[in-house]
């Protein structure tokens, strides 16, 4: 179905864009704030809040499917927890599919709010195999959303997180190390395409919510081998490092059994959050420097929870 002319809107770079989640003192979610319940600042001075979209305001979601060789086992689990997904979404959030591979990158089927045809291609995934393109598949569904212009945006990807081409560099850094040094070689947060991904996700203001599967778990590895276990913690910290720098969370999958539940509970989660955008102090500044973000609820004793800052590129 072609989309209307007047749902394509332009993402305006100059604004800042927060996903922002508020709880009280028992770590319940408050819903039911408006755009006076809040205070943003940045590098500690107050800005002015330009749009605020409530917690029920639709999403532009990326689903993200790992069908490297490493998910190959446990391809009904994930169909199965992907249709949960679909489920748990409001009519009004629109959602593409997205598969990775060792063959690439392909789009199932574009942002719809037809669940039948998301089914549809969730039920037929193929039997992938071969490397796992995670960072790939990330700057692709990232130019996927630059198309769904102003609307809430959000990624859930489904991986192990051992991105074959970081993996590749970890272990050319590892191979000169000792045993003692492994760990501490690897810097998980200079790797180039992260700091890509990062500043993109930054730029349009999405959050990333990872779903992380036990085989690439640093603390399940069958044998305590120094490289392999540095290079498995780096692509977990990377994962973290995703949902952190985004505001999402990562959700570890330690039983395949939980995997439906995890999605539903994403889903849930996304109906919780509050969508902000200000004007930074220095839109036309981009000198790579950080800037932090701040954000505070005026009304009783709520604690709000969003992106720390952004490096302004």
Partial sequence: MAQAQDDVITTDTALVQLNVGVVDKQGHSIINLSKSDFVVYEDGVRRPILSFEPTQAPFSLVMLLDMSGSTVTFRQQIRAAAL??????????????????????????????????????????????????????????????????????????????????????????????????????????????????????????????????????????????????????????????????????VHDIRRLDDMSGLYAQVAAELRTLYSIAYQAPKPTVRDGKWREIKVEVTRGELVASTKPGYYAK
């Avoid at 810097?187 to 203001?205: M, W, Y």
């Fill in 84 to 249: 949960r997904f679909l489920d748990a979404l409001t009519p009004e959030d629109r959602v593409s599919v997205v598969e990775f591979n060792g063959k690439g990158v392909k789009s199932l089927v574009g942002f719809t709010t037809d669940r039948r045809r998301a089914a549809y291609v969730i039920n037929e995934l193929a039997n992938g195999a071969g490397e796992t393109m995670l960072f790939d598949s990330l700057k692709f569904s990232l130019k996927e959303l630059a198309h769904e212009g102003k609307r809430r945006k959000a990624i859930v990807v489904l991986t192990d997180g051992i991105d074959t081409q970081a993996r590749n560099g970890d272990r050319a850094i590892v191979s000169r190390a000792t045993d003692g040094e492994a760990a501490s070689l690897i810097k998980p947060e200079t790797n180039s395409q992260l700091v890509s991904i990062l500043t993109d996700a930054d730029r349009q203001g999405v959050t990333i919510f990872p779903l992380a599967l036990p085989s690439g778990d640093p603390k399940r590895l069958p044998l305590p081998d120094p490289a392999i276990t540095a290079m498995y913690g780096a692509a977990r910290t990377r994962l973290q490092i995703l949902a952190d720098r985004t505001g999402g969370r």
